[in-house]
């Protein structure tokens, strides 16, 4: 079983820039997907980043030009660069792990918080 751990979360300045890191339990991380949704109140989550085990990324509209998702496969690491951060970026974010045949997998989320 995959365990994943967000961190790099916190309170930032509109403008401002976080990085978050999500360390996976697993030796196979390289053929896993890898990426990051977030969550904020009221509202459902949603994709933010992905990036394929080819390392094919696509983003969401919303944070198109600002983030970057990548990967450290020797790590067993993803990140997610946050650039100009807005205030609406602000949620839950969490890490995910996919493959059709190793499974489905979760982190516990780390908050980012973005004041005006």
């Known amino acids: 079983q995959v365990q994943l751990v967000e961190s790099g979360g916190g309170s930032v300045q509109a403008g401002g820039s976080l990085r978050l890191s999500c360390s996976a339990s697993?030796?196979?991380?390289?053929?896993?997907?890898m990426s990051w949704h977030r969550q904020a109140p009221g509202k459902e989550r949603e994709l933010v980043a992905r990036i394929m085990a080819g390392n094919r990324r696509t983003y969401a509209d919303s944070v198109q030009g600002r983030f970057t998702i990548s990967r450290d496969d020797a790590k067993r690491t993803a990140y997610l660069q946050m650039n100009n951060l807005k205030p609406e970026d602000t949620a839950i974010y969490f890490c995910?792990?996919?493959?059709?045949?190793?499974?489905?997998?979760w982190g516990q989320g780390t908050q980012v918080t973005v004041s005006s």
């Open positions: 697993v030796r196979v991380f390289s053929m896993f997907n």
């Open positions: 995910n792990a996919y493959d059709w045949r190793l499974g489905d997998y």
